[in-house]
């Protein structure tokens, strides 16, 4: 017998006579032949070799062909094996069965051998094809199954088709909790339509793709941070059959980013906006009154005799003067306003939209706020005040620094006048 597993044939037949000539022919056709001549024979081969495929005669001894062929299929193997039967009077009710059984094509005997060999070599091919789709699909299974990121299929009706276990593990959902049910259901009530949308245009081709940054709803009622990103399957005709969603979780990678976020642009002690993110929201507020050509007013601060503070009641009582004046100042502002720590003992308010009248207003509360505040240090109690300069932005002015140097110069008037007042820069007043 040759060795070549590929084109192994088990010839399962009773008759010596048959059984003999079919393997000559095959072999000196390039085959490699295992004989079976009975039916237990033939499945104990079948299970120990695993042949590409079974050349059975119907009338086999000991067990009947459609049994052994049926025993075949249901045998746990890796790769399809084509039975083709050897019959010498097939009836239409026998073929019925067979092919229930599992056999794959019929021969009639006396056989034409030339037509034998044509049907081997087409049983073959497909005996090949069909194991390759199966290491196909079997590859996709495992990697459905052991993706680390959740992963989702949806029909036209975007309902779930499938869902693999990280998805399940992710959501706090199983399969079958969810299969059939509507996706959207378990997108934040916010993004449910711009998902709809995004999931309807892939199915008319129109948005081939997709990365939508969006919330899951879990099992538990949480919600979590994903970004899902698309991508769909057409049929034989071109259209878009399913959507495929490939689906990670970025909670934590956007707990981070924010943490980061807040760290370069909040102030540690006082956690109002540092320097850099009032500049920042400055430098858009001066662009949008220059386009809508609104009013913005600047407030400059600085704390009296802060420098005192720290000496007599130490650094530790500064810090507490500076992180309840940052409380008592954004108690009394609007929420549009923005209020920042410029350094040291020194703040600043920007007023967007806003007249100098009110902004005036603004900066009377802030002081009459502030001293009002009340300080303790081992049974002392102390006071603090404010001086403010106020600088309203000018048609002359050419970026929001001029405005800020003239709060600047206002609030430095202020202190110069007695402290504890607001200073209206010279520039600014009408």
């Given at each position: 017998m040759k060795e070549n597993h590929a084109r192994t044939i088990l010839v399962a037949v009773g008759d010596a006579g048959l059984r003999s000539v079919l393997c000559d022919f095959l072999e000196k056709n390039d085959y490699s032949v295992l004989e079976a001549k009975d039916g237990k024979e033939a499945i104990k081969i079948f299970e120990r070799l695993d042949p590409p495929l079974v050349l059975l005669e119907a009338d086999i001894p000991l067990i009947d062909g459609l049994e052994v062929a049926k025993i075949m299929r249901e045998l746990d193997r890796a790769e399809y094996s084509p039975v083709l039967m050897i019959t010498s009077d097939p009836q239409h009710s026998y073929i019925e069965h067979a092919f229930e059984a599992g056999v794959a094509d019929f021969i009639i005997n006396p056989i034409h051998l030339p037509l034998l060999q044509h049907k081997i070599e087409f049983l073959l091919k497909i005996s090949k094809n069909n194991y390759i789709t199966q290491q196909h699909e079997a590859y996709l299974k495992s990697l459905f199954q052991?993706?680390?990121?959740?992963?989702?299929?949806?029909?036209?009706?975007?309902?779930?088709?499938?869902v693999n276990p990280a998805w399940c593990k992710m959501s706090g959902y199983q399969s079958e909790q969810v299969?059939?049910?509507?996706?959207?259901?378990?997108?934040?009530?916010?993004?449910?339509?711009?998902?709809?949308?995004?999931?309807a245009l892939m199915f008319k081709g129109e948005n081939i793709s997709t990365n939508e940054e969006l919330q899951l709803l879990c099992c538990d009622g949480t919600l979590i941070d994903i970004e899902l990103n698309g991508h769909v399957t057409r049929d034989s005709s071109g259209k878009?059959?399913?959507?495929?969603?490939?689906?990670?979780?970025?909670?934590?990678?956007?707990?981070?980013?924010?943490?980061?976020?807040?760290?370069?642009?909040?102030?540690?002690?006082?956690?109002?906006c540092n320097r850099r993110a009032f500049l920042a929201a400055a430098e858009k507020a001066w662009k949008l009154s220059l386009r809508y050509k609104h009013p913005l007013n600047t407030l400059m601060i600085d704390i009296d005799h802060f420098k005192l503070?720290?000496?007599?009641?130490?650094?530790?009582?500064?810090?507490?003067?500076?992180?309840?004046?940052?409380?008592?100042?954004?108690?009394?502002?609007?929420?549009?306003?923005?209020?920042?720590?410029?350094g040291g003992e020194e703040f600043a308010v920007l007023y967007p939209e806003t007249n100098q009248q009110y902004a005036l207003l603004g900066a009377e509360r802030i002081r009459k706020a502030v001293e009002q505040l009340e300080f303790s240090s081992e049974g002392t109690l102390f006071h603090v005040t404010v001086s403010i300069g106020l600088a309203e932005k000018q048609a002359c002015d050419s970026s929001f620094d001029i405005v800020l140097q003239h709060a600047d110069a206002a609030l430095y008037r202020a202190k110069d006048s007695g402290r504890n007042q607001v200073q209206v820069s010279d520039g600014s007043k009408g």
């Open positions: 052991s993706l680390p990121l959740g992963y989702i299929s949806l029909d036209k009706a975007g309902c779930y088709r499938n299969i059939g049910t509507a996706c959207v259901e378990h997108i934040q009530a916010q993004s449910k339509l711009r998902f709809t949308d995004h999931i878009v059959s399913m959507v495929h969603c490939l689906i990670d979780d970025v909670t934590e990678r956007k707990r981070m980013q924010h943490v980061l976020h807040e760290m370069a642009t909040t102030d540690a002690l006082t956690g109002v503070i720290n000496d007599t009641y130490g650094h530790a009582k500064g810090d507490e003067v500076l992180k309840k004046l940052a409380d008592t100042c954004q108690q009394v502002m609007r929420e549009t306003d923005v209020f920042g720590r410029l």
